[in-house]
Each structure stands twice: as structure tokens, then as C-alpha cells.
């Protein structure tokens, strides 16, 4: 894969938003990780799908790589709010089970765009 200037931007962007939103979230919740949220599930969980939908259409070239970035984002701002501990690796292996809807999601955005784009 070439790296090029939309490629970058493309990563900048979900960076930001990532750690803005995941941020966010922690903040909201008792210990900082961002899957312990009361409302995870029904709330917080349908938002980002939704972001990493938003960046699959924005980003449509390699969209499932800014779902899985996003998502990915949580594991970091965890390790942030509540330190590191023994539980990372699980918080590892979570955020990448999380990650293959977002993936999905976003892949599959990014193809509709641009056989949209196409037509």
C-alpha cells in the first residue's frame, strides 16, 4: 500500500475523532474504560458504529482499516484513564472483537460510495 496524502488525512481524521469520542466516553464512566459505560450497548456502541460508518463514506479507499483504527483507539484511552495493568491484553482482544462490525460497517459504506461515485 502507497502512502499518500489522503491516506494520511484519512488516518489524522480518524485519529482525532477516535480519541475525541473514546475520550468522551471515558470520561462518562466509573474506572475510565471506555466498555465498562452503563449504556455501551444501547448508546455508546451504536454511536461509534455510526462514526466509523461516517469515515468508511468520507474515506472510501481502505474504509475497513478507519473502522478497526477507531475502535482500536479505546485500548489506548483505557490504558490512559485507568493506567496499565494485566488486563490490557483482555482490553486488546476486546477492542479487536469490536472492531469487525466497525470494519464491516465501514468496508462496506466505503464500496457503496464509491460505486455511487462510479455511476
Not at 60 to 86: D, N, T, Y
Request: proline share 7%; charged share 10%.
Amino acid at each position: 500500500m502507497r502512502i499518500s496524502g489522503i491516506f494520511l488525512a484519512a488516518s489524522a481524521v480518524t485519529l482525532k475523532v477516535g480519541v475525541v469520542f473514546w475520550v468522551l466516553v471515558a470520561w462518562g464512566t466509573p474506572g475510565g474504560e471506555p466498555w465498562d459505560a452503563p449504556a455501551f450497548w444501547t448508546v455508546v456502541y451504536p454511536i461509534a458504529l455510526g462514526i466509523a460508518a461516517a469515515l468508511g463514506a468520507c474515506f472510501p479507499r481502505h474504509a475497513w482499516l478507519w473502522g478497526l483504527l477507531f475502535m482500536a483507539l479505546q485500548v489506548p484511552v483505557a490504558a490512559m484513564a485507568s493506567g496499565i495493568g494485566p488486563m490490557l491484553l483482555a482490553g486488546l482482544v476486546y477492542a479487536a472483537v469490536l472492531a469487525v462490525p466497525a470494519m464491516a460497517i465501514a468496508a462496506a459504506v466505503g464500496a457503496l460510495r464509491r460505486r455511487l461515485h462510479e455511476a
